[in-house]
């Protein structure tokens, strides 16, 4: 193999497929990264078997061929060199890899690559089975826009505790009505829906896909997603039978330095049932109010709210006759520091409520919120309230919170 590219495309596609790269695994070669160069683009590649990740880069390639060397040190060397053109060599008989970049060099020893795991790929599988085979799933084509935005204002809410896999991931349902995300830690929910027609009207899938993703899938892909390019539709494949799914994502190629040209992100599905929840469609109290002013009060309280689980009270007065705005009053307590109260005027109607909420939770969504105001939708202190972003729409995009026992 000789090769040469950018050092800036060369650290980015590092950069990329390092996260799915396994620091604990028993196989050696997972803690090494894939290089390939082959017509005229050198693909970067690495597993963990739980995601797996293919980034091919604009290079100039003399020989083809293949190597894995350990993912750390490559990385490592890689960004600590100049913004100027790296060559790379590999001797075949030692298996080492020469990297030379103006006035640097190194030698680095790797595995062969035909010990590296085989990634599915729509475009460039090395194995036409396994190809067909994931052809066989249901392909949906996404546009990019919003998409990694819809993923920030779901994935928050999963859970991070390994012994209920199944709240660790995100249900995401494709239909003809759009796509709808849904992610919950059993203490709170969010829900996001979207169209996923294109210009024309044309539906983007038939039949209706409900499928479970990590949560840490749909984050990378999301990171992906920054630096694609918003013009190309991005490519997706559900294949249950293998209980995987794949995004094919399209860069900006040559255009820009610190780019790739493609990149394939490739996560197993989580098999299992989604908790089956009910959104309540009835509320006693309606609060709206700005978010900015929400969102500045809750975070001075978090830091009284800190010593008393994060829980902050947030007591709500209905509009009356001799007041032309209500009041939501938010109390934050702590035993040793003292504590915090903050009153803001808010259209409020229903009945009076006093309820109380945790701290890091409201933050967490309102940081996410960008329309000038919400709604906050209750009934009793001691059932679950309900956010939405005023002009997202009523099904577009929610949050359930299950309140705190006001003690």
Not at 18 to 40: F, H, M, Q, T, Y
Not at 147 to 154: A, C, T
């Amino acid at each position: 193999m000789r090769v040469s590219c950018r050092q800036e495309n060369l650290a980015k596609g590092l950069s990329i497929v390092g996260k799915a790269v396994s620091s604990r695994s028993a196989l050696p070669v997972l803690g090494n990264i894939l290089l390939e160069a082959k017509d005229n683009q050198l693909r970067l590649a690495a597993t963990n078997f739980e995601i797996s990740l293919n980034c091919w880069i604009g290079a100039i390639v003399e020989d083809e061929g293949a190597i894995t060397v350990p993912a750390r040190l490559l990385t490592e060397f890689v960004t600590g060199l100049p913004a100027e053109p790296i060559s790379m060599d590999l001797s075949v008989r030692t298996l080492t890899l020469n990297l030379r970049c103006t006035y640097y060099e190194a030698n680095i020893k790797g595995i062969d690559a035909v010990d590296f795991p085989i990634i599915p790929s729509l475009g460039t599988a090395t194995e036409p089975d396994i190809a067909a085979e994931m052809l066989e799933g249901t392909c949906i084509e996404l546009a990019p826009m919003g998409l990694g935005k819809m993923i920030d204002q779901v994935a928050f809410a999963a859970s991070t505790d390994e012994s209920r896999p199944v709240l660790t991931g995100i249900e995401v349902n494709f239909s003809q009505d759009g796509l709808k995300m849904s992610a919950t830690d059993s203490h709170r929910l969010s829900v996001c829906r979207a169209n996923i027609s294109d210009d024309d009207g044309h539906r983007a899938v038939d039949d209706d896909v409900t499928v479970i993703v990590p949560a840490k899938s749909l984050n990378e892909l999301s990171r992906i997603l920054v630096d694609s390019d918003k013009t190309q539709p991005i490519q997706i494949l559900v294949a249950q039978a293998r209980n995987q799914i794949l995004f094919q994502i399209s860069g900006t190629g040559e255009r820009n330095k610190g780019a790739f040209h493609q990149v394939e992100l490739v996560s197993q599905l989580i098999d299992a049932r989604f908790p089956n929840f009910k959104v309540p469609t009835e509320y006693d109290t309606r609060t709206v109010i700005e978010t900015a002013s929400m969102l500045k009060a809750v975070r001075l309280a978090s830091y009284f709210a800190r010593e008393n689980s994060n829980m902050v009270r947030i007591q709500l007065t209905p509009n009356n006759s001799g007041r032309d705005n209500g009041q939501l009053r938010l109390t934050a307590t702590s035993n040793s520091s003292g504590d915090n109260i903050t009153e803001i005027n808010a259209s409020i109607e229903g009945e009076g409520l006093e309820i109380g909420f945790n701290s890091r939770y409201l933050l967490d969504i309102l940081n996410r919120i960008e329309q000038p105001q919400i709604i906050l939708e209750t009934t009793q202190p001691t059932k679950p309230g309900i956010i939405r972003p005023i002009g997202s729409g009523r099904e577009e995009c929610l949050y359930l919170m299950m309140p705190m026992h006001l003690r």
